[in-house]
């Protein structure tokens, strides 16, 4: 097909294809001639993954090019998973440098829920985050880790479990950045309701 119709088909504007094109984000396509090229059905999914990517999850266009590079560079599914979930949650592995020094706490969860005792940027993130929770003297006792983590737990089980593994790359990025922004927002929807609803229960009476 020529742009024209990749744009029909892919539903984005020529002019957002020709840019994506001169960014690298799109491969270029199969040249006919000097004005001319030929793009096929991997090149729709592009368009779609692309912009899923900027309007369902909200990413800017540097971290759907580093993204892209990691993926089109033939990195391990692991690591591809791994660096989408690092972008798509925002998983804060620097603050003051401490993402990699452990933490009694992050430990203990790995322990408390037989996780596999494996350095990750969530394991890093959560080392941070109990890191900055110490400094400003909020406690975080074994039974909140316990509650909290064998929820997750089970939530993480289920979005696994339903979780497919497409043969294509970009699909996969797809099914996973998606689904962890979708996913991860629900989860917050229902965290905000929770506390709601009990504290309707708590102090009704005020109302």
């Known amino acids: 097909m020529q742009l024209k119709e990749l744009s029909g088909q892919s539903g984005v504007a020529a002019a957002s294809i020709k840019y994506y094109l001169r960014e690298g984000l799109v491969?270029?396509?199969?040249?006919?001639?000097?004005?001319?090229?030929?793009?096929?059905?991997?090149?729709?999914?592009?368009?779609?993954?692309?912009?899923?990517?900027?309007?369902?999850?909200?990413?800017?266009?540097?971290q759907i090019r580093g993204l892209l590079k990691?993926?089109?560079?033939?990195?391990?599914?692991?690591?591809?998973?791994?660096?989408?979930?690092?972008?798509?949650?925002n998983l804060d592995t620097s603050a003051g440098g401490s993402g990699d020094v452990p933490t009694p706490a992050a430990d203990a969860v790995v322990r408390l829920r037989s996780w596999p005792d494996y350095p990750s940027d969530a394991r890093n993130a959560l080392n941070v985050h109990l890191g900055l929770m110490d400094g400003l003297h909020i406690p975080v006792s074994r039974e909140l880790l316990d509650t909290y983590s064998?929820?997750?737990?089970?939530?993480?089980?289920?979005?696994?479990?339903?979780?497919?593994?497409?043969?294509?790359?970009d699909q996969l990025i797809l099914t996973a950045a998606v689904g962890m922004h979708m996913h991860s927002q629900l989860l917050l929807k229902l965290l905000a309701l929770a506390q709601a609803s009990h504290a309707i229960r708590r102090y009704d009476q005020d109302l």
């Open 70 to 89: 990691i993926a089109d560079d033939g990195a391990p599914r692991l690591a591809l998973l791994a660096a989408v979930q690092r972008v798509v949650l």
């Open 150 to 169: 064998k929820a997750m737990d089970d939530v993480a089980g289920l979005d696994i479990a339903a979780t497919t593994a497409p043969d294509s790359v």
């Open 27 to 62: 491969p270029p396509g199969e040249t006919v001639n000097a004005t001319r090229a030929e793009y096929s059905a991997r090149h729709v999914e592009r368009l779609g993954l692309i912009q899923a990517l900027r309007r369902i999850v909200g990413l800017n266009i540097e």
